[in-house]
């Protein structure tokens, strides 16, 4: 698969959604063009979806929050007649390379959890009207909205035939919602696990599959009233007109780097790193929420959030073998705290929530990232509220100590704000400070009580913000060689250790999916029962069931 | 691997460890025998282990709760010098096919939960003193103690090299428990996971990897004291004097099937299963605390525990190709009740306690078996109490409704008593009820408010308790139907399945080590990076690295 993926687009692009807004309500509706794979050899028959179509969905379900506010509730649907979505393709998943298929399930994950977010952060809520077949990835794409509607006839059911039909896990969150957002009885979870024709009707209601069943003359009546209902009952900040999302100033060089208007992404292949490099804002904060509106996309830390998730899922699904990101900041750390407070301030309003909201999602997208993450303090750097939170995502940090020569920048400060400490929370529920201090209150207390100071390399580190540093003589010898051997480890062990390691604590269901549900999906798609010439996604289709070694491990 | 693995061993036949008894402290000497390996092709070179060095291991954990309940403090020492332990043995693990390799691990990591659960439920507290390199599983073993003492010289250091040298993880706990038991502050853990040669000193109590860090000189004195001083402070119930755990009864047909005095295994290979009779008590509970001192491990509930325990781990690791393991059970369900009520009626008295708490990790070892589990409640069972919790840890159960054709057994029942909300919990800290029916109170209400009463198929399939009923006319045919199928299944996706729609709910430390960790660690070992001809188990020991694909997944 050589071809890059570009996560942007916009919908004069989209040729698998469309959206009807009509006031508070909008239905998106599903129509995959089956022509229109991201890649060759597949066709994406019965509203099946590859990346490229999850890449349009994310583009919806993100404009919906900048661009169309006023939207409550929206309803997603089907465009075709008697399917509603038959799921990830598997003709695509048969062909993918493995380090595709991770990927392609990371992302699709990480936007079935933006309709829960979406709820959660903005009240916009998302309701599932289920006629036609609804099976697999598709019953999962059901199961991230926060209600689901099934047509009570004949054909419409719900189903995760993944386990008996493709020898894999319903691995987007499907098993995982199943039994802990939907509550599902563990054993009931099991049995519909295995039947490859699903449930319907009122078995379906009964089991707790779906929220309601309604009959097929009366469905599209009963979604509108339902709709109406919850969009009256949202207690979603009022917004009168959207901001729209222009596209990203990017721009792509001969050796893979990548430059956008703040973010600088350089890349060194045979070191196998790349470099992201946030820079700080030009300007002071919007002076008033008419400034910020007025400036909408263009503002600093809409517009770095954008550029830098943008940078990640370039790096994820083109760039696999730059196991190492590094990420540095240049600029004016009291400008960052002043655009960042800004938001604070006005967080009632919907665009400054919805920037910080976005945020929140960036910060778990650098979480989730599967890839040695290091930060880098250096002088001049502006490592401050916002941007200090990526320091405590990140699996290292090294700053530097005191005076450098010939460096006129200022020193290496670090500046920690009220948002450090619950503003962003990661995927366990806790922020980034109360994972990397867990049950030790007394170690957060003392941070809590620098809150707004400028923080040296001497006084960040008795906090405890960091985990190295260095002096002049010998930064640059401890950054090389902790590089070299990062990058010298196997890939596969990074990828075990740090997913182990970044996420202490509690666990949610959002850490279950991405923990527990995809590392086994993952161990599956590395098994031959799945995968192998005879196993069962190569088979698919073939009208040959797999042909499986039986021996339980 | 063809040589059949025997869980049942005794003292006088350790050739790995020993044990020094000294009034309320015990000594336990790790002292591997090089030339003692469960299979051919490697030497258990300093201190490191295979299945059967863990074997050993899990019965002095065993006994020393039964037969030597005087014991409040139990020393982990090496009785080799220079070395504490090596961690498991790698060229066993590059010889271990994948299923050996991944139930092995689940073995010693239930091992080491026995040290954790010996103080939590039983007041036996698990120190470590550390003289020499403890390395890898040697610092797993040391964690799940809680109480590591370190030698302060130059050789004794605790690693996890794992990741470097490997490119396997520290799968035996270690990373859960660096960050979630010892709160190793995550890009601490990062480094310290990374670095062969392991922390020695200052450091490695600075960055709390272990509690205590001691001058050689004075080190066997301050274990000593320490000690003395927990075993001063112990809250453990006081006991003289244990009871003997003499040899169970067991004997092996020619087909594969199990007989053991009050549980059967019957072999049924074409089917890919196993069926497991458990025999309600031949007689009434003891009559008195001295009673069931004197029968000591023939009470029945005792019997009833090691011979089912032994049973699935004999499952486990010598009979891989039966992937469906059914339940069942035959007696009279009061006296399984008054059994199980002597025993709470004296829950202050040790061996009373011993036993119930043997009993959780009994269940919690077929909650952890991977096989598919089902139940099958028929006439004359003895589903009652700690039994009919084996109802709530399977998969799937049926239960015969009404009277059958012929039969003149008494009609299938279930009785629950007070165990089942709460004397057992899962891994995941829930009781099976409530992770079954996660959240809804109002459906466990229901159930405790019958507690006592005798079920029958109707009362029980009202309250969710088994998943299907059949009276006599379609019984047969559903579960023939039903295990066919279960038997088709790809043995890949059911681990997958069941391993995620078992444990809903809230995780704990022991969860995600079985569930997380243990799933990444399960991928690594199926990756060429590790097991290939040029990973880096294959080629440990040669002086050249693993030669690695260095595309990140």
């Known amino acids: 698969m050589p071809k890059m993926i570009d996560f942007q687009t916009d919908p004069s692009r989209y040729r698998h959604w469309r959206v009807e807004y009509a006031g508070d309500i909008a239905t998106l509706y599903m129509d995959v063009d089956e022509n229109g794979g991201l890649f060759e050899g597949y066709q994406l028959k019965l509203n099946s979806y590859d990346l490229g179509v999850d890449i349009e969905l994310a583009d919806v379900v993100q404009r919906m929050r900048f661009e169309h506010p006023e939207v409550k509730v929206v309803i997603l649907r089907s465009g075709k007649d008697n399917v509603f979505c038959a799921g990830a393709n598997i003709r695509m998943l048969g062909g993918a390379t493995h380090a595709h298929k991770v990927n392609f399930c990371k992302f699709t994950n990480e936007t079935r959890n933006t309709f829960e977010a979406a709820e959660l952060d903005s009240g916009q809520k998302y309701i599932c009207a289920v006629r036609g077949a609804c099976a697999g990835g598709g019953y999962e794409l059901a199961l991230a909205c926060n209600y689901i509607m099934l047509t009570d006839d004949s054909v419409s059911t719900v189903a995760l035939p993944e386990v008996p039909l493709l020898a894999v896990l319903p691995g987007t969150g499907g098993l995982t919602r199943v039994t802990d957002k939907r509550k599902v009885r563990r054993d009931l979870a099991d049995v519909f696990c295995t039947i490859e024709e699903g449930v319907k009707g009122k078995r379906a209601l009964d089991w707790r599959l779906v929220d309601e069943v309604v009959a097929n003359s009366k469905f599209d009546e009963a979604v509108a009233s339902r709709a109406r209902e919850f969009a009256d009952a949202s207690k979603k900040a009022p917004a009168a007109k959207g901001i729209e999302l222009k596209p990203l100033a990017r721009s792509f060089a001969e050796d893979g780097s990548v430059t956008y208007s703040l973010v600088e992404v350089v890349v060194d292949r045979a070191a196998r790193k790349a470099t992201i490099t946030l820079a700080g804002p030009d300007g002071g904060a919007p002076a008033s929420l008419d400034d910020l509106v007025a400036q909408g996309c263009e503002s600093y830390l809409l517009r770095l959030a954008r550029e830098l998730d943008d940078a990640l899922l370039h790096l994820r699904l083109n760039e696999m073998e730059l196991g190492l990101l590094v990420f540095r900041s240049q600029g004016d750390p009291a400008l960052v705290t002043a655009h960042e407070q800004a938001l604070l301030a006005n967080r009632e309003h919907w665009l400054a929530n919805e920037i910080l ?48 020569d010939g460096d006129n920048r200022p020193v290496a400060t670090i500046t920690l704000g009220g948002t450090n400490f619950g503003r962003y929370p990661m995927s366990n529920d806790l922020s980034r400070l109360e994972t990397r201090f867990l049950d030790d209150a007394v170690a957060i207390d003392a941070i809590r009580a620098k809150m707004g100071e400028t923080l040296d390399a001497d006084a960040a580190n008795a906090l405890g913000l960091v985990t190295f540093v260095f002096d002049d003589i010998d930064w640059d010898d401890e950054i090389r060689i902790f590089m070299e051997e990062r990058a010298s480890f196997s890939p596969d062990a990074m990828v075990g250790m740090e997913a182990n390691l970044r996420f202490a604590g509690p666990e949610t269901m959002e850490t279950r999916i991405f923990g527990r549900l995809t590392a086994w999906q993952n161990w599956i798609f590395q098994r031959p029962n799945a995968v192998g010439e005879t196993g069962a996604l190569k088979r698919y289709g073939t009208g040959v069931r797999g042909d499986y070694n039986m021996q339980r491990v």
Chains 1, 2 share one sequence.
């Open 357 to 404: 909201s976005y945020w929140k999602r960036v910060l778990k997208r650098i979480d989730m990232t599967s890839r040695s993450l290091v930060a880098l303090v250096e002088n001049g750097s502006c490592f401050a509220g916002v941007l200090a939170e990526i320091l405590f995502s990140v699996d290292r940090s090294y700053m530097m100590q005191g005076e450098f």
